[in-house]
């Protein structure tokens, strides 16, 4: 088989602690193409990214994780991605996963990949409790409002073949896009495969009180559609 | 007699009045628009100064008191005012989000060609 295109997305908000160190071990791991959403943050995060060769693409102002996913996922497909990754800035995902996360999508069973830090229980030791609950508590969300099942709807780790890429759409901003994305695969019927993943815990991340709002957001949204 | 909180209710309405007629006049406003909020105040205008007529709303509906008719008439109202406004910000949310996405293109680009 001829060599996938594969894109990495890297949407980052303020993450100049840690956005050289992401590009630099995905780089190591063999990952060239990458595209970095800088979604307007008020640091040093982009001037740092464009010294490492990578595409930079800048939000003027932050609009929020949905956002800076729809811009980085616009622009692989116009690069011609037949693989689009998505890959978190705070180094709390592992560049070695990325091989094993677009297997599935290479050997033609699956149109998405969900990096599941739910599927083995040793690598859910680090996560903290409260995000334990809030997790699981938005995955029984989204399979009630949107009938879609995973066992990580919150994941920032994801693979799209091209077609699911084109075919998802994207329309929220913010941090409910995760369960929209869940909601989307369902909805246009496209494969779903899980692997596992361990995800680290370094600094502070979401929220119990963001974890209501995306609770706030998936309601509204699914009232008003 | 009117009492006082019937005049401060009609001296309010007669104010909204005059503000959409001006912005009919301006053509800040469509005549379809403008007719449908004329309706809307004129009736609450009658509502306040003579407020027994609500018994014959209320009647048909089958509600005892005619005060009710106003006050789900108004609820249903702002219901219909929220849901607009949420479609309306969702909108704006998405425009603002494609304007920025291009311009993160745009500037890119331009970069690219500096080099
Ligand atoms: N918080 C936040 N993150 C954003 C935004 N736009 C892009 N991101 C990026 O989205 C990714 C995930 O954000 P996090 O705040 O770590 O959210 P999370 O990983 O789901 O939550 P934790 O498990 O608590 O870390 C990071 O790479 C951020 O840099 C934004 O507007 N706010
Ligand atoms: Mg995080």
């Known amino acids: 088989m001829a060599e996938k295109n594969v894109w990495i997305v890297i949407p980052a908000f303020n993450e100049e602690a840690t956005i050289k160190q992401v590009i630099k071990s995905l780089k190591k791991h063999g990952w060239r193409n990458i595209i970095v959403v800088d979604d307007g943050s008020v640091d040093n995060t982009p001037s740092i990214a464009e010294r490492e060769d990578v595409i930079v693409l800048k939000h003027i102002i932050n609009r929020g994780l949905g956002a800076a996913l729809g811009t980085g996922i616009k622009a692989a497909l116009d690069l011609g991605a037949d693989i689009i990754v998505t890959f978190d800035a705070d180094l709390q995902h592992k560049p070695e996963d990325v091989e094993r996360l677009i297997k599935p999508i290479i050997q033609g069973r699956a149109d998405v990949v969900i990096g599941s830090r739910f599927l083995n229980k040793e690598y859910l030791k680090g996560m903290p409790l409260s995000k334990k609950i809030g997790n699981i508590g938005l995955n029984i969300i989204t399979y009630l409002l949107f009938g879609a099942k995973t066992s990580d709807s919150q994941s920032g780790m994801r693979a799209f073949s091209r077609k699911a890429a084109q075919t998802i759409s994207i329309k929220t901003n913010r941090m409910e896009v995760s369960s929209e994305i869940i909601a989307e695969v369902a909805r246009k019927k496209l494969k779903k495969a899980e692997i596992p993943i361990k995800a680290i815990y370094l600094r502070k991340g979401q929220s119990v009180w963001d974890g209501f709002k995306i609770l706030g957001k998936l309601i509204l949204k699914r009232l008003m559609e | ?115």
């Open chain 2, 1 to 115: 007699m009117l009492s006082l909180f019937q005049v401060l209710a009609l001296l309010f309405i007669l104010v909204l009045l005059v503000k959409i007629t001006l912005k009919f006049k301006n053509l800040k406003m469509g005549l379809g628009e403008y007719l449908l909020w004329v309706l809307i105040w004129l009736l609450l205008l009658i509502v306040v100064v003579f407020p027994a007529m609500t018994f014959i709303p209320a009647r048909w509906l089958g509600l005892s008191r005619g005060v009710d008719v106003v006050v789900y008439l108004s609820i249903g109202f702002l219901f219909l005012l929220v849901y607009n406004l949420y479609l309306k910000i969702e909108k704006i949310e998405f425009e603002i989000t494609t304007l920025v996405r291009k311009i993160s293109f745009k500037n890119f680009k331009l970069n690219e060609k500096k080099k």
